[in-house]
Nanobody
Framework: VQLQASGGGLVQTGGSLRLSCAASGGTFRNYILAWFRQAPGKEREFVAGIIQSGLSTFYADSAKGRFTIARDNAKDTIYLQMNSLKPEDTAVYYC?????????????????WGQGTQVTVSS
């Protein structure tokens, strides 16, 4: 499975961005998908996840109420709509495909990763 993330950029505090991640080389609809992020000097952390059907989603506390994860299995694409952005959201954002069929926010349970897209929120 190959993943290509896009949509990052520079935005002011309170602004919005929509990240996309297109997948190829696998049966996309069979996998749990997630977004993680990594800020300089920090460990990679879970942001949001979505099960195969898209009917259940999961969010880190920092993302609840501001971010929305979605998937389009027909387009093999996952999205992350980010609103009310804060400077502490600045990070490289990665899309990931789970290696298990059960939900987990742990990065080591994800086998495939996109290349990352930089999100910078200015104060």
């Amino acid at each position: 499975v190959q993943l290509q993330a896009s949509g990052g950029g520079l935005v002011q505090t309170g602004g919005s961005l929509r990240l996309s991640c297109a997948a190829s080389g696998g049966t996309f609809r069979n996998y749990i998908l997630a977004w993680f992020r990594q800020a300089p000097g920090k460990e990679r952390e879970f942001v949001a996840g979505i099960i195969q059907s898209g009917l259940s989603t999961f969010y880190a506390d920092s993302a609840k109420g501001r971010f929305t994860i979605a998937r389009d299995n027909a387009k093999d694409t996952i999205y992350l709509q980010m609103n009310s952005l804060k400077p502490e959201d600045t990070a490289v954002y990665y899309c990931a495909v789970s290696s298990t069929r059960n939900w987990s926010p742990v990065a080591s349970n994800y086998a495939y990763w996109g290349q990352g897209t930089q999100v910078t929120v200015s104060s």
